[in-house]
């Protein structure tokens, strides 16, 4: 895990963007950003990360306003939108000389459908940009072949997945790799509670994903995966998972350091990690392991 300074300002930001949908009186957002910073005081610390301060957050804004998902009507929005475009990205990765690569690809550009990192999304906007990554970006090859040979020597795979419209994308990748490795097992972890519009139980049986494979909640209350924190029965799948696939900048963010069983995949989205990754914004990232970026 690691939380860098410019962070903190950026979680404050995006929870009072959240408050004005559901606690529209200055008075009420005076008071929730009081709250927050009294309460995540004893993590502002470069060990702790900016999913920990937003679940913190997050938990404050559902005491003040009684409201569960803020983004519940965006959430089926977009499930219902990739759902809609399923079929055709699925055909589209079917025509390339390398399906499985294509389908990490477009997985890995619907990270972009994030409404912690960005305020508004356009749906024209995700399409354009997934059509760029799809017909422009390559993934490491040493990544990738280490990625693609672990399965085959394990299959096994446990993906960490992120938001929701994302997750229909997730199917395509599961599908691609089911057929490249028939015996593959493959398990998805959601969210344990709606927290931004990452995906829970109920939006991955929406879309269908519990129907490719089993798909089991971690329990996190936080737009990341901590597996220490997670529920008891998530945290044995973690541990004996010998490949993860973890998605998101949230799960990135949340990570242990040097754990060789997990791969990255996801958008840069802010300057900071644009500065300390040394790549550009909106580039697509897949990664094996990672260590401390300060």
Do not use: W
Request: with cysteine; charged share 25%.
């Amino acid at each position: 895990m690691e939380l860098y300074p410019s962070c903190v300002t950026c979680v404050l930001n995006n929870l009072l963007h959240v408050a004005e949908r559901v606690l529209p009186d200055p008075d009420d957002q005076m008071a929730l950003l009081r709250e927050v910073m009294e309460r995540t005081r004893p993590e502002l610390r470069t060990c702790s990360s900016a999913p920990v301060l937003t679940g913190i957050g997050y938990s404050i804004l559902r005491e003040m306003s009684g409201v569960e998902d803020p983004f519940l009507e965006v959430k089926k929005e977009f499930n219902e939108l990739m759902l809609g475009l399923e079929d055709r990205y699925q055909e589209l990765v079917e025509t390339v000389e390398q399906p499985v690569h294509a389908a990490l690809v477009a997985a890995g550009s619907a990270n972009l459908i994030d409404f912690g990192a960005f305020r508004e999304i356009q749906s024209e906007k995700v399409m354009q940009i997934l059509s760029h990554h799809l017909e422009n970006t390559r993934l490491p090859s040493e990544t990738f072949d280490s990625f693609l040979g672990l399965l085959q020597d394990r299959k096994e795979l446990l993906i960490l997945c992120d938001n929701c419209g994302e997750i229909v994308l997730d199917k395509i990748l599961i599908r691609e790799l089911k057929k490249s490795i028939p015996d593959l097992a493959v398990t998805c972890a959601v969210r344990g509670r709606p927290i931004l519009n990452d995906a829970t139980l109920e939006d991955a049986e929406a879309v269908g994903l519990d129907t490719l494979c089993r798909v089991v909640s971690s329990g996190s209350e936080i737009p990341g995966t901590i597996h220490s924190e997670c529920n008891s029965s998530f945290q044995e799948i973690f541990l004996k998972s010998p490949v993860i696939l973890a998605k998101g900048v949230g799960n990135f963010e949340c990570a242990d350091f040097n754990d060789e069983r997990i791969f990255f995949l996801f958008i840069v989205k802010c300057r900071t990690l644009s500065e300390n990754l040394k790549v550009p914004e909106s580039t697509l990232v897949f990664q094996k392991g990672r260590g401390s970026l300060l």
